[in-house]
Nanobody
Framework: QVQLVASGGGLVQPGGSLRLSCAASGLTFNLYFMRWYRQAPGKERELVAHIDSVGGITNYVDSVKGRFTISRDNAKNTVYLQMNSLKPEDTAVYYC????????????WGQGTQVTVSS
């Protein structure tokens, strides 16, 4: 059974930092692209960051470029999202997502972790 367990969310002041983690189990982690999505209240879920299976290619939504960094440790089956210079508009539930590029039918969501940026 595939599980993606996200952690690291919380309440932080504007300008602060958080590091999200997503631990995967039940899949061959190094065969999967990993992504972080977020969903704010009343808004659609949006793709925040993407990393390929070996960590060589990353992509970000424009609103987080230069502030967020996605990375992965294939030995630990974990993907991370380092979030710096946080803004109130970053407030959302953050979800990790795994997708196998050779067969996108193999895709899985984590349970989400709340990030709140407020003074």
């Amino acid at each position: 059974q595939v599980q993606l367990v996200a952690s690291g969310g919380g309440l932080v002041q504007p300008g602060g930092s958080l590091r999200l983690s997503c631990a995967a189990s039940g899949l061959t982690f190094n065969l999967y692209f990993m992504r972080w999505y977020r969903q704010a209240p009343g808004k659609e879920r949006e793709l925040v960051a993407h990393i390929d299976s070996v960590g060589g290619i990353t992509n970000y939504v424009d609103s987080v470029k230069g502030r967020f960094t996605i990375s992965r440790d294939n030995a630990k089956n974990t993907v991370y999202l380092q979030m710096n210079s946080l803004k109130p508009e970053d407030t959302a539930v953050y979800y990790c997502f795994a997708v196998r590029p050779s067969n996108t039918a193999y895709s899985y969501w984590g349970q989400g972790t709340q990030v709140t940026v407020s003074s």
